[in-house]
């Protein structure tokens, strides 16, 4: 995670120099200014997180400096430092939209916790932001990374068949994300608001995957004490998501066409049917008409679930998505395992997206993992994937275009670094990792002409 930046206004240098090092040592990034009016023009240069201004100041005071920024940087959060005797303007000061106020003498402990909240609440604020904007756009989840064209073919299919009532068949290998597909499609449909049960169907001993399903009656088997719910009727007027279909027995195959055509259930011990009105998706990762042709499934349950089928394709089969599903990977476990790595370098980068990735986005989420733990960064290298090194056998993912894809990704990584960094280049070689000759060679390599950074503003 980048380091986040306070903007320090105040009219006594000492002040500004005892704030300035308290969040120096927190790891902030810190500006300052003698005034709310030269505040003012540094954030007319660059953005910052938080401000934090006396609130008596000779020129303009902090109050006159909260209605300024607020006008023209609304996201920014203003933190108002005031001596006992103005604590009502204080008050009042609030009311115009300052996060917070500090009394003087002011403790470290205060400064510190008191910032960190009101960037907390910035964080809460763009992310129902994005949501809202997500939601606008008919995007319902944002565990759905990449834009590929393979990706946005699926997803396009998702938003076609959503709204039906037909069975859904997902096919694709183990870790493509079918799950994340099923949930999207329950998401999209006219049963958003009732239960959606996923079920393994691999995960249950033959003997009792029927009465997870279905249900059963108190005594119809031995350790049946009591009546017991299946979760078809939990998931009665919502969707229930069958995985790994075919370990479903064949015994039990005839009852799950019965749920489908007759839109009821037997629970086992039982012979009074239950109606339920459940929506079935079911997925695999093998071929079921294979399975069919060697009498593992039966063809009239494969025809009756495959009314509608969508593939997801491999994950080397979207390889520019890679890079964002690290991004996604590396914040995901950045707050699980407590780190603040900013993401890959780009060789590394250009080296994952060249392997194989037989497990596919899950074994890809299981690399970034293993290697965030390894790493003693904030950057990830490609000496925290030795088990990658090491494989024997890689024949990489690459395309056609797979070089020209990373270069125009890395010509965008650097570019947008020299934007941030107002086209310090010093200061963009430490945003993304590297060395200043490195950085130098790569702007050669790449050709790029960083009179583009003018442009893109």
């Not at 003012?40 to 934090?52: A, E, N, R």
């Not at 249900?215 to 078809?232: E, I, M, N, P, W």
């Not at 075919?246 to 839109?263: C, H, M, T």
């Not at 024949?395 to 890395?410: C, Q």
């Amino acid at each position: 995670m980048e380091p986040r930046s306070v903007l320090i206004v105040d009219d006594e240098a000492s002040i500004r120099t005892s704030l300035k090092k308290v969040l120096g040592n927190a790891g902030y990034i810190t500006k300052t200014a003698s005034s709310g009016h030269e505040a003012l023009k540094v954030l007319k240069k660059s953005s910052v997180d938080v401000v934090l201004s006396d609130l008596q100041m000779p020129d303009d005071d902090g109050f006159q400096l909260l209605v300024g920024v607020k006008k023209e940087h609304p996201r920014t959060e203003v933190i108002l430092i005031t001596g006992h005797g103005t604590v009502e303007r204080a008050v009042e000061a609030m009311k115009e939209g300052a996060y917070d106020f500090i009394t003087q003498p002011f403790k470290k402990a205060v400064i510190l916790s008191t910032v960190e909240r009101a960037i907390e609440r910035q964080d809460l604020a763009q992310e129902n932001t994005y949501l809202k904007a997500q939601l606008a756009k008919g995007v319902t989840t944002h565990e759905i990374i990449g834009n590929s064209a393979a990706l946005r073919s699926v997803l396009n299919m998702v938003d076609r068949v959503a709204p039906l009532v037909s069975t859904v068949l997902i096919t694709g290998g183990s870790g493509t994300g079918k799950e994340l597909i099923a949930r999207a499609l329950h998401r999209k449909s006219p049963r958003a608001g009732k239960p959606f049960v996923p079920i393994n169907c691999a995960a249950f001993p033959e003997n009792l995957i029927e009465s997870e399903l279905f249900g059963h009656v108190k005594g119809s088997f031995t350790g049946a004490t009591r009546d017991k719910q299946g979760l078809f009727k939990v998931a009665d007027r919502g969707t229930i998501f069958l995985d790994e279909i075919v370990s479903v027995p064949l015994n039990l195959q005839v009852k799950l066409l019965r749920a489908i055509e007759q839109k009821e259930i037997l629970p086992a011990g039982s012979t009074t049917p239950e109606i339920v009105d459940v929506h079935i998706i079911a997925a695999t990762n093998k071929n079921l008409l294979d399975e069919v042709e060697q009498g593992n499934f039966r063809e009239d349950l494969y025809y009756r679930l495959n009314v509608v089928g969508i593939e997801i394709p491999p994950l080397r089969d979207r390889v520019e998505d890679i890079p964002d599903l690290i991004d996604h990977f590396v914040a995901t476990h950045n707050a699980q395992i407590n780190k603040h790595i900013r993401g890959v370098d780009p060789e590394t980068l250009q080296f994952l997206m060249e392997q194989e990735w037989k497990g596919n986005i899950r074994e890809l989420e299981n690399a970034i993992e293993r290697a965030m733990i390894l790493c003693d960064s904030d950057l990830l290298t490609i000496q925290q994937f030795p088990h990658l090194i090491r494989r024997p056998g890689t024949t990489g993912a690459s395309g056609p275009d797979l070089k020209s894809s990373v270069r125009r990704f890395e010509a965008d990584m650097i570019l947008k670094a020299l934007d941030a960094a107002e086209q310090d280049k010093n200061e963009a070689a430490k945003l993304l990792g590297l060395s200043l000759s490195s950085l130098y060679r790569k702007i050669h390599e790449l050709g790029i002409d960083v009179r583009q950074v003018a442009d893109r503003r």
